[in-house]
């Protein structure tokens, strides 16, 4: 038997957003709740693969997490730059507000989430493209890194499609998942007798 455990978290909070959708946009990220990122350091396995969205809000709070783990007392994991856990384009309207976003749509906003799964903002993906997008980075990645784990951090809507990816769920139920930041989302790839198998050990933990 073969298990490769994904260790998902959700960047730190962004700094003065103004209310507005940011996507893909690169924003300030807050890293000092030093508390909260120490904690969550400590619960991270050792010898992970590390990878973050290409956004610097997970870059940077994966490199601040790596350097608590390794404690000052050896050299910080090497994080890599992974394109396919990038957050979803939300296209024309980053950098609106979401009364702008709802207007955009006749003036509804989804109870979840900034519209319906398959919406495609113009410019942009649907929620069910970038869980199409991240269950295929998610195969290629558990394959490379067979056995191993894997500590990603990516965006609220990528963890929900991991989830999702996991579950075998919907688009549209995906949405409905709670997704903080610095909150952590364990998944365990499992292979054994030429099957594959999702165990979800814990969604959305926060300290």
Sequence with gaps: MTTTR???????PVKDHGGRLYGRRDVAVDLSDTAALRALADRLPEGAAWLASPLSRATETAKALAALRAGGNETPATVAVEPGIIEQDFGAWQGRTYAEI?????????????????????????FADTMGRVGQAIA????????????AVAHAGVIRAAVAFALDLDAEAALRFSVDTLSLTRLDHIAADGRTYWRVVGVNRTL
Excluded: C, K, N, Y
Aim: glycine share 10%; net charge negative; hydrophobic share 50%.
């Design 6 to 12: 994904w260790w998902w978290i959700r960047h730190a």
């Design 102 to 126: 709802a207007e955009l749509q006749g003036g509804e906003m989804h109870a979840f989430w900034f519209a319906a799964a398959h919406t495609t903002p113009e410019g942009g993906e649907s």
């Design 140 to 151: 290629r990645l558990t394959e490379a890194h067979a056995a191993s784990d894997i500590v």
